[in-house]
C-alpha cells in the first residue's frame, strides 16, 4: 500500500479501496486510482483556478531561465508540499525542453510515461482541485538570467542582463520590475499604440484646460514624458535611492539590461 501511495500521492484509504477493488492487483490498482482522477479532473472542469504559484529556474550557466504560472482553487492547495514540488517540477521540464508553446509544454513526459498533461489529471485527482497551467515563458540570452521571486511567489520576475556586472545590482533591478510594474524596459520598446493614446490624452486635456494653441504638443509632450518616467523601466526612480534612475543605477554598476519578463498570479 506505501509503493501505491508513493506513486500516486493518493491517501491510504483511497489506496487502500483501489487494491481491495483491484483484488491486490498493483497496476490495475494505479489505473483504478488515475480514472478516479480523470472522473475529478472532468468533474471540476468548470471550476476557476485563480490561486496558485508562480515559479522560476534558470540553467547553470545563467543563460536559460523559465517562469511559469501553475495554477489551483484555494491558497490553501497553494501553500502544500505537494502542489509546491508539483510547480517545481513543471518550470523544471519547461526549462529542459523549452517548448514553443502551452501545447508543446502539454505533449511533454512528466513521468513513469505520462505526460504533462496527464499530470494535471492526475494532480487534480490527487489533490481534489482544478490544477491547470496558466502561461510560461523560456528567456534565452548570451549575458545572463537573473530571478526574483516575491514572498508568497505569487509574483515573479526574470530579468535579462550583460553578463558583467554585480549580481546585487541585477536582483534590484528585478525587484524593482515586481515592485513598480513597468510596461517596458526602455521608452522605445513602448508599444507606439500606447504612446500615441497617451500623447492624445495629454493633448486633449490641455485643449480643454484652454492652453494656447502653439503650447499644447508641448505641454502633451512633457506629460508623456512623465509618463514614460512612471512606467518604463530604466527610466523609473530606483527604490533603494528616488534620487537616481534605474538606468542611473545600473549603468554606475556596470550592467546592461536588455529585457525583463514579469508574471504575477491570474494577470
Known amino acids: 500500500m506505501k509503493r501505491l501511495r508513493d506513486m500516486t500521492g493518493v491517501g491510504m484509504m483511497d489506496c487502500k479501496k483501489a487494491l481491495t477493488e483491484a483484488n491486490g492487483d498493483f497496476d490495475k490498482a494505479v489505473e483504478l486510482l488515475r480514472k478516479t482522477g480523470q472522473k475529478v479532473a472532468a468533474n471540476r472542469a468548470d471550476r476557476e483556478a485563480n490561486e496558485g504559484l508562480i515559479v522560476t529556474a534558470i540553467a547553470d550557466d545563467s543563460k536559460t531561465a523559465a517562469i511559469v504560472e501553475v495554477n489551483c482553487e484555494t491558497d490553501f492547495v497553494a501553500r502544500n508540499d505537494d502542489f509546491q514540488t508539483y510547480a517545481n517540477d513543471i518550470v523544471q521540464i519547461i526549462l529542459a525542453n523549452r517548448p ?84 517596458a524596459t526602455k521608452r522605445e520598446d513602448v508599444p507606439e499604440e500606447i504612446t500615441t493614446k497617451e500623447f492624445d490624452i495629454a493633448r486633449e486635456t490641455a485643449v480643454n484646460e484652454g ?14 514624458d512623465r509618463y514614460f518616467k512612471d512606467n518604463v523601466l530604466l527610466e523609473q526612480p530606483f527604490v533603494k535611492d528616488s534620487s537616481v534612475t534605474v538606468g542611473e543605477m545600473v549603468k554606475k554598476a556596470g550592467i546592461e539590461v536588455r529585457n525583463f519578463v514579469r508574471f504575477s498570479l491570474g494577470d
Open 100 to 183: 514553443a508553446d502551452l501545447d508543446a509544454l502539454l505533449a511533454l513526459e512528466y513521468q513513469d510515461g505520462r505526460s504533462v498533461a496527464d499530470s494535471l489529471i492526475d494532480q487534480t485527482g490527487k489533490i481534489g482541485e482544478k490544477i491547470d497551467i496558466r502561461r510560461f515563458e523560456v528567456v534565452e540570452t548570451d549575458g545572463r538570467v537573473v530571478s526574483y521571486i516575491h514572498p508568497g511567489s505569487r509574483l515573479g520576475v526574470l530579468v535579462d542582463v550583460s553578463a558583467d556586472g554585480p549580481e546585487e545590482a541585477a536582483v534590484d533591478v528585478a525587484m524593482q520590475a515586481a515592485a513598480l510594474n513597468p510596461i
Open 211 to 224: 492652453k494656447p494653441e502653439n503650447i499644447v504638443d508641448r505641454i502633451a509632450q512633457g506629460k508623456l
